[in-house]
């Protein structure tokens, strides 16, 4: 079955509005990878973290290994926000990653 | 910083076709991996090798040869094209370990195959 579910499949906003992107995997994981990617565009890593919180700009990435669950929180979206975000889940084998959640952000 | 080339960008081929893609990485990374990534969806594993000469299959490695013959290339071979299988192919590459930088995963821009 999968391993990495992502919720919202898609997401709307307004600019300046919040997103919460959620993460939830069915193994065992060391960290997970957030990941944005533009329609046509290579993948750029966001954040990687093991467990806890991490920050960076209007980033944040929540990892809460035990429970199988990490999230990503963006901060007052802007246009250039919109795209997809994917989350991979790391362990002792190869990364398996999600279908990513598909945000656009309207002015 | 370092850089993963893939080759070539676009690669367009005849339905029962072999073909194959090439993915060099200058990070000295010990494993290196290939996705694939259908239009709208994430990434699924097909191949990866953890050192040269290792080979480990993923989830979607039927249809698919790979070869680790540098520690710095990773080569995807489709053994017989089909049209359902045009999609993006990605290569990456990570240090190994469990360490706090272990298996952060650096990509390439992406190899587009067209089966006609």
């Known amino acids: 079955g999968q391993q990495v579910q992502q919720s919202p499949a898609s997401l709307v906003l307004q600019e300046g509005e919040n997103a919460e992107l959620q993460c939830n995997f069915s193994?065992?994981?060391?960290?997970l990878q957030w990941f944005y990617q533009r329609p046509g565009g290579s993948l750029v890593s966001l954040l990687s973290?093991?467990?806890g919180t991490k920050h960076t700009g209007r980033l944040t990435s929540t990892t809460v290994t035990k429970e199988r669950r990490g999230s990503l929180h963006i901060s007052s979206s802007q246009i250039t926000d919109s795209g997809t975000y994917l989350c991979a889940m790391v362990n002792n084998n190869a990364p398996r990653f999600g279908a990513g959640t598909k945000l656009s952000v309207k002015p | 910083g370092g850089i993963i080339t893939q080759t070539p960008k676009f690669l367009i081929g005849q339905e029962g076709q072999k073909l194959t893609l090439k993915c060099q990485q200058n990070?000295?990374?010990?494993?290196m991996y290939w996705y694939r990534q259908d239009s709208g969806k994430g990434l699924r594993l097909i191949y990866y090798s953890i050192t040269e000469n290792d080979l480990q299959k993923g989830d979607l490695s039927e249809g698919y040869d790979a070869s680790r013959e540098k520690k710095s290339s990773f080569s995807l071979t489709v053994t017989s094209a089909q049209k359902n299988e045009m999609a993006v192919f990605l290569c990456?590459?990570?240090?190994?370990?469990?360490?706090?930088?272990?298996?952060?995963?650096?990509f390439g821009e992406g190899s587009r195959l067209i089966v006609v």
């Open positions: 990070f000295n990374h010990d494993t």
């Open positions: 193994s065992t994981a060391t960290r």
């Open positions: 990456a590459s990570s240090i190994p370990g469990t360490g706090y930088f272990g298996n952060t995963l650096y």
């Open positions: 973290n093991p467990s």
